[in-house]
């Protein structure tokens, strides 16, 4: 039940990203077909960021602990892109036009999870 509250917490905060940050756009022809397309970008998304984050962070803590931390709003913009990729090449109708696109969609994402996480929180959050 813990994965489902997340998945849709993480498709709740694209689905705001894409009304907020331009250049962030999901193009569904229908609301189906938007809502699934959210719901498959917050699984590639929440994949990526289980994979690949935590090694990312053992490989640059140096630049973690150089730049005091924001190193890792540059490692979760690459990541948002490498969303976009991946959505891209399973012809998803999801976009991230450059790199301060998928900045400041990043930012946002986390912003807004962090707050939907506050109001709704999720069974490994209760222990």
Do not use: Q
């Not at 140096?62 to 399973?90: E, H, M, Q, W």
């Amino acid at each position: 039940m813990g994965f489902l509250i997340r998945l849709a917490t993480t498709a709740v905060a694209l689905w705001v990203t894409t009304l907020i940050v331009p250049g962030v756009e999901v193009t569904g022809r229908t609301t189906y077909d938007t809502v699934f397309t959210l719901i498959i970008v917050a699984l590639i998304f929440g994949v990526i960021n289980a994979v690949l984050k935590p090694i990312i962070k053992v490989v640059g803590c140096v630049f973690y602990l150089l730049t005091l931390g924001l190193f890792a709003l540059v490692v979760n913009a690459l990541l948002f892109l490498l969303t976009d990729g991946i959505a891209r090449a399973v012809h998803l109708p999801f976009h991230v036009n450059g790199f301060w696109a998928a900045f400041w969609g990043a930012i946002v994402m986390a912003v807004v999870t962090w707050l939907i996480s506050v109001v709704v929180p999720d069974s490994a959050d209760r222990r």
